[in-house]
Nanobody
Framework: QVQLVDSGGGLVQAGGSLRLSCVAS????????MGWYRQAPGKQRELVAT???????VYADSVKGRFTISRDNAKKTVYLQMNSIQPEDTAVYYC?????????WGQGTQVTVSS
């Protein structure tokens, strides 16, 4: 099975940018649909963006036009470029890998946005 390591979170001012990375190991990366989810305090985990193994992309309405998901199969890495970050983007961001209805998760990386 795949193992995922998230990184790239931090403290950023509103309007700023961050790039999250998720490195996969232990399995064939190109078999997996990949995604980013987030969970804010007191809220359920929600979809941010997904990219299938065929590079079909879906974004949550709240991040369209601001965030960009991409994958580098040679590096076994999925990225989330976050621009024009807003305080409501504050959350723990989790990398996800999905194969045959099985979900695998990274450990999460905290993004905190100051206004």
């Amino acid at each position: 099975q795949v193992q995922l390591v998230d990184s790239g979170g931090g403290l950023v001012q509103a309007g700023g940018s961050l790039r999250l990375s998720c490195v996969a190991s232990g399995s064939i990366f190109t078999l997996y649909d990949m995604g980013w989810y987030r969970q804010a305090p007191g809220k359920q985990r929600e979809l941010v963006a997904t990219i299938t193994r065929g590079s079909y992309i879906v974004y949550a309405d709240s991040v369209k036009g601001r965030f960009t998901i991409s994958r580098d199969n040679a590096k076994k890495t999925v990225y989330l470029q976050m621009n024009s970050i807003q305080p409501e983007d504050t959350a723990v961001y989790y990398c996800n890998a999905r194969l045959a209805r099985m979900d695998y998760w990274g450990q999460g990386t905290q993004v905190t946005v100051s206004s």
